[in-house]
């Protein structure tokens, strides 16, 4: 069974920073795609940032600039280094890990709240 495990949550005020990070354990050997997602309250689920196999990464208009998303070389790792956060980026993170089109996992979530 693949887990995944995501810490590195907290509250901070507007302007710091927080690194997220992603570990995935059990059966598996790496990942195709891993992402970041972010859900606030009463809000749908979005995408904030992924990264592909070959490295290429992909970020929400709204992190741009901001978020960095990178992995470990044995694909089963993912961090989300983020700075100069706003209050408007509190949310609930997840992680999500894909083998292939089908096949994804999610992690359990971590909390980011940013105060004004």
């Known amino acids: 069974q693949v887990r995944l495990e995501e810490s590195g949550g907290g509250l901070v005020q507007a302007g710091g920073s927080l690194r997220l990070s992603c570990v995935a354990s059990g059966r598996i050997s790496s990942f195709g795609t891993m992402a970041w997602y972010r859900q606030a309250p009463g809000q749908q689920r979005e995408l904030v940032a992924s990264?592909?196999?070959?490295?290429?990464?992909n970020y929400a208009d709204s992190v741009k600039g901001r978020f960095t998303i990178s992995r470990d070389k044995a694909y089963k790792t993912a961090y989300l280094q983020m700075n100069s956060l706003k209050p408007e980026d509190t949310a609930v993170y997840f992680c999500k890990a894909s083998v292939n089109s089908q096949v994804h996992y999610w992690g359990q979530g971590t909390q980011v709240t940013v105060s004004p």
């Open positions: 990264i592909a196999g070959g490295g290429i990464t």
